[in-house]
Nanobody, 116 residues
Framework: QVQLVESGGGLVQPGGSLRLSCTTSGIIFSIYVMGWYRQAPGKERELVATITRGGLTNYPDSVKGRFTISRDNTKNMVYLQMNSLKPEDTAVYYC??????????WGQGTQVTVSS
């Protein structure tokens, strides 16, 4: 059974930092592209960051320079370090594992709220 479990969300003041973690099981983690996505109320889910098997990363302009995605293939985990958080970063953050042939899997999400 495939499971992706996010953790590390919470309430943080503008300008603060959070580190999200995603623990995976039931997949051969090292062969999957891992990503973080977010969905704010009333908005579509959007890409936050991706990291390939080899460690290549991709970010949209909205988070570039503030967020950093990383992975630990020995622990089957992916992380999202979020710095200089803004109120517009408030959303539910989801972890995703994707493989072109084997399909994709989502976690249940973790809430991040940026507010003073």
């Amino acid at each position: 059974q495939v499971q992706l479990v996010e953790s590390g969300g919470g309430l943080v003041q503008p300008g603060g930092s959070l580190r999200l973690s995603c623990t995976t099981s039931g997949i051969i983690f090292s062969i999957y592209v891992m990503g973080w996505y977010r969905q704010a109320p009333g908005k579509e889910r959007e890409l936050v960051a991706t990291i390939t098997r080899g460690g290549l990363t991709n970010y949209p302009d909205s988070v570039k320079g503030r967020f950093t995605i990383s992975r630990d293939n020995t622990k089957n985990m992916v992380y999202l370090q979020m710095n200089s958080l803004k109120p517009e970063d408030t959303a539910v953050y989801y972890c995703k594992a994707e493989h072109g042939l084997l399909g994709s899997y989502w976690g249940q999400g973790t809430q991040v709220t940026v507010s003073s």
